[in-house]
């Protein structure tokens, strides 16, 4: 069972996701919470596998509640999915940094906010596609580039590794990446185990970040579709 925790500012849209996601067998609403203050509590105490968090809230926004929960001195992690909506880019780039695992657009299907859920608690992390696009050409243009530099990628990383990165830059799951490498799934995450500490990165969605900042891959280009 996945517990999920769900903190939005606005009464309506709080209850369609909680209702949405309490809908689905194998997840658990434990909790909701109304201001970010209530949600970091709320989150301590519950402990749940995933935290939704809409990234404007009274008290403390979605970045601050995140980097609480999910950032370098969390004990212990608590992974995030933000909701978020176009126009709120540079609170985009702060939740990256902060250590979200994952960014969903307000007016996805239900289909897609429980995929998302599953996905960030099953340690995948998500992106919704047509942000993505969006971003990673902002973030790479706004963001230094980290310690570890894409001409250094090749020496740091191994041919497979390298060959993974890529791949989950593209959004491809374990299973897809799996397929093509023609490995077990159980190879690929043994790679991806092996090289994000390497990376400085400690999730699947904070290495593909790190690659279109460090221009290990291109960046998608908005006009392309």
Same mark, same amino acid.
């Given at each position: 069972?996945?517990?999920?925790?769900? =903190?939005?500012? #606005?009464?309506?849209?709080?209850?369609?996701?909680?209702?949405?996601?309490?809908?689905?067998? $194998?997840?658990?609403?434990?909790?909701?919470?109304? *201001?970010?203050?209530?949600?970091?509590?709320?989150?301590? *105490?519950?402990?749940? $596998?995933?935290?939704?968090?809409?990234?404007?809230?009274?008290?403390?926004?979605?970045? !601050?509640?995140?980097?609480?929960?999910?950032?370098? =001195?969390?004990?212990?992690?608590?992974?995030?999915?933000?909701?978020?909506?176009? $126009?709120? *880019?540079?609170?985009?780039?702060? =939740?990256?940094?902060?250590?979200?695992?994952?960014?969903?657009?307000? $007016?996805?299907?239900?289909?897609?906010?429980?995929?998302?859920?599953?996905?960030?608690?099953?340690?995948?992390? @998500?992106?919704?596609?047509?942000?993505?696009?969006?971003?990673?050409?902002?973030?790479?243009?706004?963001?230094?580039?980290?310690?570890? @530099?894409?001409?250094?990628?090749?020496?740091?990383?191994?041919?497979?590794?390298?060959?993974?990165?890529?791949?989950?830059?593209?959004?491809?799951?374990?299973?897809?990446?799996?397929?093509?490498?023609?490995?077990?799934?159980?190879?690929?995450?043994?790679?991806?185990?092996?090289?994000?500490?390497?990376?400085?990165?400690?999730?699947?969605?904070?290495?593909?970040?790190?690659?279109? #900042?460090?221009?290990?891959? !291109?960046?998608?280009?908005?006009?392309?579709?």
């Amino acid at each position: 069972m996945i517990r999920v925790m769900i =903190a939005e500012d #606005q009464p309506l849209a709080r209850a369609g996701l909680a209702a949405v996601l309490a809908s689905e067998a $194998d997840i658990d609403v434990v909790g909701t919470a109304a *201001d970010g203050t209530e949600a970091l509590e709320m989150a301590r *105490d519950l402990r749940p $596998d995933v935290a939704c968090l809409d990234i404007r809230m009274p008290g403390r926004d979605g970045i !601050a509640v995140a980097r609480e929960l999910c950032g370098p =001195a969390a004990d212990p992690v608590i992974p995030v999915l933000i909701l978020t909506t176009f $126009d709120l *880019d540079d609170y985009v780039f702060g =939740a990256l940094e902060a250590g979200a695992s994952g960014f969903l657009l307000k $007016d996805a299907e239900p289909d897609a906010i429980v995929h998302a859920v599953r996905q960030v608690a099953a340690g995948h992390g @998500t992106l919704d596609e047509t942000l993505t696009r969006r971003v990673m050409r902002e973030f790479v243009e706004r963001r230094r580039l980290q310690p570890v @530099t894409a001409p250094r990628a090749h020496s740091v990383l191994t041919a497979r590794e390298h060959e993974i990165l890529l791949l989950l830059a593209q959004g491809r799951s374990n299973e897809e990446i799996a397929r093509e490498l023609v490995v077990e799934v159980s190879t690929v995450k043994s790679h991806l185990a092996r090289m994000m500490p390497k990376l400085g990165v400690r999730s699947r969605l904070q290495a593909v970040v790190w690659a279109y #900042q460090n221009r290990v891959v !291109a960046v998608p280009d908005p006009e392309s579709r």
